[in-house]
């Protein structure tokens, strides 16, 4: 009876090994859902739909006054690897004004360690441009 026991406690002990007991990875959808919307901190701005992104920044105007557009756009996909998702920002072939970045990046947005790192109320993302923290829904013209 006591090997009966031990055996079928080593049994269920690995089936919880396998099974693993951290957190388990959100779905797709329930990180769409929370990652789409605008995201601003004063001259920045940030777009994400269900599949396409739009970052924009002004900025001085070197040869003139006034401000000047920076913007480059196109499509972002949520990739689950090594235990996280990733929005990975595929690159814009041509940026406004922008000569210098393309905005391809990839950006953690969960992992198994530390869980969302975007921020659940508010969430929060970088800038493509400068990294400047981005919040979501606090823009002035919403």
């Known amino acids: 009876m006591k090997k009966y026991l031990i055996l079928t406690s080593l049994v269920?002990?690995?089936?919880?090994?396998?099974t693993g007991c951290?957190?388990?990875?959100p779905a797709e959808a329930e990180i769409r859902a929370m990652?789409?919307?605008?995201y601003c901190e004063g001259d920045y701005r940030l777009?994400?739909?269900?599949?396409?992104?739009m970052n924009r920044k002004f900025v001085k105007s070197p040869l003139r006054s006034g401000m000047v557009r920076e913007a480059c756009n196109g499509t972002y996909t949520l990739v689950y690897e090594n235990e996280s998702w990733i929005?990975?920002?595929e690159a814009d072939d041509s940026p406004g004004n922008s000569l210098f970045n393309d905005c391809k990046q990839d950006i953690v947005?969960?992992?198994?360690?530390?869980?969302?790192?975007?921020?659940?109320?508010?969430?929060t993302l970088t800038d493509l441009f400068d990294?400047?923290?981005?919040?979501?829904?606090?823009c002035?013209?919403?």
């Not at 269920?12 to 396998?18: E, K, Q, R, V």
């Not at 777009?47 to 992104?53: G, I, Q």
């Open 12 to 18: 269920f002990a690995g089936i919880l090994s396998i």
């Open 22 to 25: 951290g957190p388990q990875a």
């Open 35 to 38: 990652i789409v919307g605008t």
């Open 47 to 53: 777009e994400l739909t269900d599949s396409t992104y």
């Open 87 to 89: 929005l990975r920002f």
């Open 109 to 123: 947005v969960w992992n198994k360690t530390d869980q969302f790192l975007i921020g659940t109320e508010p969430v």
């Open 131 to 138: 990294q400047v923290v981005l919040t979501k829904d606090a």
């Open 140 to 142: 002035d013209d919403l």
